[in-house]
């Protein structure tokens, strides 16, 4: 994976795949080390739900549509887009998405068209910048509404206990320092990819299907998990 720049214009944050109704990949990550987060987050107003796993500068989800958590005005179209991103074998939609965090020199505004999405479980006066068309079968990419806080992370890991359990893999995977996603067509990346790829923050690209291929700690335990051909996943830590 390429090292990001000194003063990068984007900072990954978080990185999702939807899955199936309840998360059934989530055994398999557990058996190759990594430890997820206690509690389920309930979308509410899009009637999705998702399991985290946890590290000390970000996260990666699995989210899938959940009857169980209610739906809002526009909720029903997110969450039915979700399904059929899940079902990316029979639909060709993407089953990934990006998230990531402004900086400094982030721009203002972006050399492509940006819209918001707001919902009850973001928080009062929260919304997220999709950098992704709407109703697009691409790439999600987008601006997180609530970014990853290293220092605090930071702190509940020294603090130890209960705190820092979420964050202490038994495969003893830290940090995300890469993130590499491939299409099985250009036309299934965003035009903001291009953006992206100059940022530094992930690479996106094309390749023979879809793909994610996370790095954890730059590799340094030269260990790999290839969850395929039942999740289209790739782990190196």
């Known amino acids: 994976m390429r090292p990001a720049p000194t003063d990068p214009v984007l900072v990954l944050d978080h990185a999702w795949m939807a899955v199936r109704e309840g998360g059934p990949e989530r055994p398999m990550l557990e058996a190759a080390g990594f430890r997820f987060v206690p509690t389920i987050n309930a979308h509410e107003g899009q009637g999705t739900a998702s399991a985290r796993i946890a590290f000390e500068n970000g ?24 399904a059929r991103r899940a079902d990316w074998r ?16 982030t721009p203002p505004t972006f050399p492509f068209e940006t819209w918001r999405v707001a919902a009850p479980w973001m928080g009062p006066g929260s919304s997220i910048e999709m950098l992704s068309p709407l109703d697009a079968r691409t790439v999600t990419l987008f601006i997180a509404s609530q970014g990853v806080d290293e220092a605090a992370n930071r702190a509940a890991i020294a603090a130890g206990g209960a705190a820092a359990e979420p964050f202490l893999h038994p495969n003893g995977a830290r940090r995300i320092t890469g993130l590499r996603v491939s299409a099985p067509t250009r036309l299934a990346l965003p035009p903001s990819a291009s953006f992206v790829n100059l940022s530094w923050a992930a690479e996106l690209r094309v390749g023979d299907e879809w793909l994610m291929e996370l790095e954890l700690d730059h590799g340094s335990q030269n260990q790999q998990v290839d969850f395929r051909p039942n999740v289209p996943l790739i782990v190196r830590f």
């Open 59 to 82: 996260s990666f989800e699995l989210i899938w549509p959940d009857n169980d958590v209610p739906e809002l005005d526009g909720g029903a179209m997110a969450k039915a887009r979700f």
């Open 90 to 105: 029979r639909s060709g939609d993407s089953p990934f998405g990006i998230g990531f965090r402004r900086t400094s020199a």
